[in-house]
């Protein structure tokens, strides 16, 4: 078989993207990718020496894809340029290879300038040198009229096809191995059947690459829609025990349902997305879900987009815990694995909390209270939203009887609504004394007995039972004698 076949047939390059090519001046290409007074800017910068723009950005353009990012080939002095690129823009530079001549250019909204010194005496040979056809177009600033492509990667386009450029550039730098099941998995490409085997023959030489590019790989494989198609294609291509040992371990039986695990988990974070239309529900359980959790969708949202401490998003680390949802000693196992990925101890602590409660929340079935939300969160925190989701998706897996799915939703529902709508009310109701106030009226020494004497009126203020000072005061009061 010349390729690995999807979940969904490909569709192929739009007949419109692929005939502007032909149909259309490459300059006008070239003013939509590149708007012209930033072309002008880097061409003044440069001193006359070429500038080619490559990669990315032409790919997406003919795939009808957004790609915020642009990326730069020079002849010499990369850093220089894009220094002095940062200097007229007023943005930051950093440089990301010294040794191979290779700078950053931050701009606004997280859009980067990447430039580098070309690798071969050509941008032919340069291009050839890169990882995949696709990624081998550029086009030259001052010549904006001809677009390069020595190996035919548009062709592979049209066709939806991903190659290699040469027999050995997976062997070259393994990393691609694993970018090649990204690629194909976001992209919805089919793999040319000699890069297919390229991949299988690197997979032993994947783990000595640097865990910081495995983990962004896999990163990136959690941003598509794709997830369980490339978790499929990492395993059947024998990359997962370089990067996820433990679920290479794991039996068919016990890796199907890690993966109908991830697949409802996607569909969930799909439903919590602030677009997602609710009448294009598929199923009866998803269309229960949207119903009583639609209000929640844009905070949900914006909760599983945010930066943990270490740059990775929050719906990253979630994607990450459920991969382990059916390894053995799950809690403590996950930890590990995140770390030795070098996800940042945040992350990783994160990952761990997630599994952790997730449990906790199938405990709350019999009794959702406003109290217990408040106990709930006061254990967990933030990663308590994400196991709240955990706790659906493998239920949801499981295809439950629709009477227990609506139980499930009306607990998860129940906990977001505590944190995201009455958070002061029931998550961390105002404080009414310090800590240090109540030694001082109590005549307490320093010790846990405070902090168990604050979290017990916390709990009353949630049931209503205290409003004021005097009566949070006058309550541990009492408390203290009781427990004399």
Not at 284 to 306: C, D, N, Y
Not at 310 to 336: N, Q
Not at 417 to 436: M, N, Q
């Amino acid at each position: 078989m010349a390729w690995i076949s999807m979940s969904t047939t490909a569709t192929s390059l739009s007949s419109a993207s692929f005939a502007r090519t032909k149909s259309q001046s490459l300059t006008k290409l070239l003013e939509r990718l590149l708007p012209s007074d930033l072309a002008v800017l880097i061409q003044s910068q440069s001193h006359g020496q070429r500038v080619w723009l490559v990669g990315g950005a032409l790919r997406d353009h003919f795939l009808d894809l957004e790609h915020p990012d642009l990326d730069f080939a020079v002849e010499q002095n990369a850093i220089s340029l894009a220094r002095g690129l940062g200097d007229a823009l007023q943005v930051p530079c950093y440089v990301l290879d010294e040794q191979r001549d290779a700078g950053r250019v931050m701009l606004s909204g997280h859009r980067t300038i990447d430039i580098a010194r070309l690798r071969a005496p050509t941008i032919e040979a340069d291009l050839k040198l890169r990882d995949f056809t696709m990624n081998a177009l550029a086009i030259e600033l001052k010549h904006p009229e001809r677009l390069i492509d020595p190996l035919g990667g548009l062709q592979d386009l049209k066709d939806r096809l991903l190659r290699a450029c040469a027999p050995d550039s997976i062997d070259r730098d393994p990393i691609r191995s694993m970018r090649a099941v990204r690629l194909s998995s976001s992209m919805r490409l089919r793999i040319e059947k000699g890069t297919q085997a390229q991949v299988r023959q690197s997979a032993a030489a994947l783990s000595g690459c640097a865990a910081e590019r495995r983990r962004d790989e896999l990163s990136g494989m959690f941003e598509s829609e794709w997830v369980v198609t490339a978790m499929r294609l990492m395993r059947r291509l024998e990359l997962l025990p370089a990067v996820l040992p433990e679920q290479a371990e794991l039996s068919s039986k016990e890796w199907d349902q890690t993966l109908r695990i991830v697949d409802k988990l996607t569909d969930l974070l799909g439903a919590a997305a602030g677009d997602f239309e609710p009448e294009k529900a598929g199923n009866l359980p998803m269309a229960e879900l949207t119903l009583r959790l639609g209000r929640f969708r844009a905070v949900l949202g914006e909760h599983l987009a945010s930066t943990v401490r270490g740059g990775h998003r929050a719906s990253h680390i979630l994607y990450l815990v459920a991969l382990f949802s059916a390894v053995k000693d799950m809690e403590g196992t996950v930890y590990p694995r995140a770390r030795a990925l070098r996800f940042s101890e945040a992350e990783a602590a994160r990952a761990r909390s997630i599994m952790r409660h997730r449990p906790r929340v199938a405990e709350l079935e019999g009794d959702m209270t406003d109290l217990g939300a408040h106990r709930y969160f006061r254990e967990s925190g933030s990663p308590g939203v994400e196991a709240v989701l955990l706790y659906l998706a493998i239920s949801f897996a499981q295809s439950p009887p629709q009477e227990i799915w609506e139980l499930k939703v009306s607990v998860a529902r129940k906990l977001l609504e505590a944190w995201f709508e009455s958070y002061e009310r029931i998550v961390d109701p105002p404080r009414l004394l310090r800590g240090d106030e109540l030694a001082a009226a109590l005549d307490l020494r320093p010790g846990p007995l405070i902090g168990e004497l604050l979290a017990a009126i916390a709990e009353q203020q949630v049931e209503g039972s205290i409003e004021s000072e005097k009566e949070a005061l006058e309550f541990a009061r009492n408390r203290l004698i009781t427990f004399s």
